[in-house]
């Protein structure tokens, strides 16, 4: 088994195919995050205050549920976790994505995607979901980058 494991969440699918391309460039696993209620393209409406991507965002403290915790982190090093960036930060099934493991002494490097704006207090935001954890900002893609771009990338942390 490898000692990289690459997890991510993707509303759209946009990183979930920055996530599939990174696994292969770092030869990493891959474990996609899923929500217990899947999202909806009305739940991802952010110009709708009410629907429930920006009722989640409003409250830091909301945890949706995980479709499922079987995720292996103790066989992992290092674990890129990729999300799209929702209101400058990740979204809350991120934090309980972390709550839910051991992160200690893992790195976690992170990665996203975002259609205009960058990581925000992104890092701040998750450090205390997986304490003794080294996390770290790592890159924000928009587009489609190529495993050898990422491959790059990862050789160059």
Known sequence: MSRTLVAYFSASGTTK??????AKAVGG???EIRPETPYTQADL??????SRSSVEMKDKSFRPGLADRSADIEAYDRI??????????????INTFLESYDFSGKTIILFATSGGSGFGNTVRGL?????????REGRLWNGNPSVDTLRQWAESL
């Open 127 to 135: 450090s205390d979901s997986c304490p003794g954890a080294v996390i």
């Open 45 to 50: 409406n952010w110009m709708d205050q009410k």
């Open 29 to 31: 696993d891959l474990y």
């Open 17 to 22: 195919r920055v996530a599939e391309n990174l």
């Open 80 to 93: 890129f976790l990729g999300f799209p960036i929702w209101w400058y930060v990740a979204p809350t099934i």
